[in-house]
């Protein structure tokens, strides 16, 4: 009788070693899976200013291009256009998110 309720009593405690620690593995999957979201949002957010510094970037090389060559008038209406779709890629960003 001694056995077995020293066995018995052996198993419990294992149970309740094993019910804690799976408790502390949800919590540590669920810290990890908020963490990869706030990581996924940080990559999405980094990956549009990517994008908006380089259309920046073909905006200065327009207007560089476009400054050695001359006429002004021209050069306004390029950057406009320029302009004008950067408007467009950054609603159509906006719309996504």
Excluded: C, H
């Excluded at 070693?17 to 999405?44: F, P, S, V, Y």
């Excluded at 980094?46 to 050069?75: C, F, H, P, W």
């Amino acid at each position: 009788m001694f056995d077995f309720e020293t066995t018995l009593s052996g198993i419990d405690y294992k149970i309740r070693q094993l019910i804690e620690q799976n408790n502390r593995l949800k919590q540590d999957i669920a810290r990890l899976t908020e963490n990869n979201e706030e990581l996924t949002e940080k990559i999405k957010s980094q990956e549009n200013i990517i994008i908006d510094l380089k259309q920046e970037n073909e905006i200065i090389k327009l207007r560089n291009t476009l400054v050695q060559k001359g006429d002004s008038a021209e050069i306004k209406l390029k950057i406009n256009q320029m302009i004008r779709n950067i408007d467009k890629s950054l609603m159509l960003l906006t719309k996504v998110d």
